[in-house]
């Protein structure tokens, strides 16, 4: 529980700085899109903020915040980020930890997207494994290198 949130206030002031910073660019140009970075923004603070004192939160309520997540990194590099949710239905109503399935989704990004320069795609796979729930979130970037083991 303690590892849990050390991860979710580590998660929050660097994402969100950052999309301040970029939602105040979008502004001082008179871009019309600031307007959707503010949307995609409000629904991501909407639906995590809740989300830091909570132990279980709804596997649908995880990836609506996942969503947010990554239409805001979409916004950030339109070319380079491509994302796909896959979901089955009976997983939506059971619960997972509170943004444990977010942080593997900023890992992708900021590993494996990030530092490529032709971008890629994040896949995040919910589906059930008998009694089990799997949750798969799966990179097509840069990968780990032998020079940095444990890493990602």
Known sequence: E??????????????????????????????PQASV???????YLRGSVPRLQQPLVRVEDEIA???????????RMPDRLRFRLEVSAETRV?????LSVLTLVENAIR??????????????????DGACCEVCVVDDGRGLSAAAPGLG
């Open 2 to 31: 303690a590892r849990v949130q050390l991860l979710q206030r580590q998660v929050a002031p660097h994402f969100l700085f950052n999309t301040l910073a970029n939602l105040q660019a979008l502004v001082d140009s008179s871009s």
């Open 37 to 43: 970075v503010m949307r995609h923004l409000v629904a």
């Open 65 to 75: 915040l996942v969503s947010a997540y990554l239409e805001l990194m979409h916004m």
């Open 94 to 98: 059971l619960g997972c930890p509170g």
């Open 111 to 128: 590993h494996g997207i990030d530092p490529c320069e032709d971008g890629g795609e994040v896949v995040v796979q919910v589906r059930r």
